[in-house]
Every structure is written in C-alpha cells, then in structure tokens.
C-alpha cells in the first residue's frame, strides 16, 4: 500500500464545524493542498515549509494510529488537511470500515476521487473570494458525482459581504446540498498561531454579522456556525 503523506494524527477531541460539529472524532491530518487560500488556517499542512515534519505512513500505520487513540472503540474518523483528495485513503478507510469506524472528509471539491462514495460524509467547502482561489465548479460536481449519494454538505466560511453575495449564489446553484455558513478567522501564520492571542471579540462580532446579515435577509435554509474549537482553544493545534 502507498504511503501516506501525514501531517498530524490526533483526537478524540469533537470536531468543530459543520454537519457533525460536536461529534467525538479522531483526525487524520492530510499534508499537502492544491490551494493557496490567503487565510488558511492550516498552513502546517499545506506549505512545503512544513514538509519535514509531515511523516509517511502506511495506511495500516495510519489505522493502527487512529485505533490506539480511540481505544478501539468505531468512533467517527475526520480526513483533513491540506486537501485530503490529493491522495489515495481507500486503503484507510476500507480498513477503518471492517471494524466500523466511520469517515467523514471535508475537501474544497477540487479533486474528485472513486473512494468518496465509502465516506459516511462528505463536507465540500468551497473557497469564497477573499481566499484568493478561484472554484473549477466542473470539478467540484465531479466531487458530488464520486460520492454516489452518500450524505453531502457544503460548507462556506464568510469574511465579507462580497463573500456572503457568493455564498448566496452558490447557495442558488446548489439548493439540494445542506448549507453551514462560518465565519472566517483570521490566523496568523504558523509558528506565531499557536501562541497567538484570539481576537475572540472580533470573531463574536462576526458571527454576529452573519447571523443578523442571513436572517435580515430571510435567508433561512443555512445553519451558521461558528468554529467551535477556536472558541473553547484558540488556534492551539492537536486538539
Ligand atoms: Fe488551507 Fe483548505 Fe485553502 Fe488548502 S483549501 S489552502 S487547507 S484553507
């Protein structure tokens, strides 16, 4: 079985955003991402710079990992990233599903994979325009296509109203997806994030924003989320 680029594998701890923000969760890091968002969040994963500490593993290693950190006990397994579609997690996840583990991977739906369809769910966030990217929404149905009917959802991180008018038409296009919106956070790049002070009003303000911004408008079909994880630790990472 090809190695695995991985980043960090830690947990349980409760995934933080989305359709199964509060679930307990291990994840499993991807390294390496196609993208270049302007505020990723996730830098460790994404930037060569970070490569040296990115380990390859087999997925057995992988699931071997995952299994000690749970216990053993089939909690919900989280593939992020980086962009986790860049690489082959079949082998992973067939692993993972013998012994009923679950699999849920968010991908901004720029590489579509066969394997999506074995995800119990598939989180696709597309990157509004204060990321700097621009969607190939020909890749992105691809990605729906893979998963073969199996629970999908978009989320989409709001900074500005420029990214919330964007939100609304994707939103338009893609009525039968489930929708959670977030606010963005600005991060400040790796080494400094971790120690970094959390402008926590600021981030109360925006979820505000968007809160009263949605229903103003009588939008009512998203579920605005914040991340919950930041609110309760901050950019710390491994938790
Ligand atoms: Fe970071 Fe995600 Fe953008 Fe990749 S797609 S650069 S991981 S925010």
Not at 161 to 181: F, I, N, Q, S
Request: charged share 20%.
């Amino acid at each position: 079985m090809k190695p695995l680029r991985i980043a960090e594998i830690f947990g349980p701890t409760i995934q933080g955003e989305g359709a199964v923000i509060g679930v307990p969760t291990v994840f499993v890091r991807a390294g390496g991402c196609d993208y270049r968002c302007t505020w990723c969040d996730s830098l460790h994963a994404v930037d060569s710079r970070f490569r040296h500490d990115w380990t390859a593993m087999t997925p057995s290693e992988v699931f071997a990992a995952v299994e000690r950190l749970s216990g053993g006990v089939p909690l919900a397994v989280s593939l992020s990233g980086g962009n986790p579609a860049i690489q082959d997690f079949a082998p992973l996840i067939e692993l993972g599903r013998a012994k009923g583990y679950s699999f849920v991977m968010e991908t901004q739906g720029s590489i579509a994979q066969d394997w999506f369809s074995a995800l119990s769910t598939l989180i696709l966030s597309p990157k509004p325009p204060s990321s700097g990217e621009t969607v190939d929404w020909a890749r992105f149905d691809a990605c729906i296509a893979a998963a073969q009917h199996r629970q999908t959802v978009m989320k989409i991180v709001v900074f500005d109203e420029t990214d919330y008018a964007w939100a609304r038409g994707v939103a338009a296009k893609y009525p039968h997806l489930p929708l959670y919106l977030q606010p963005g956070n600005h991060t400040p790049p790796p080494p400094e994030a971790e120690d970094a002070e959390i402008d926590m009003d600021g981030i109360m303000d925006r979820y505000e924003w968007l809160i009263d911004k949605t229903l103003g408008d009588r939008w009512y079909t998203p579920t605005i989320l914040p991340q919950l994880h930041v609110l309760v630790w901050g950019n710390k990472r491994g938790v």
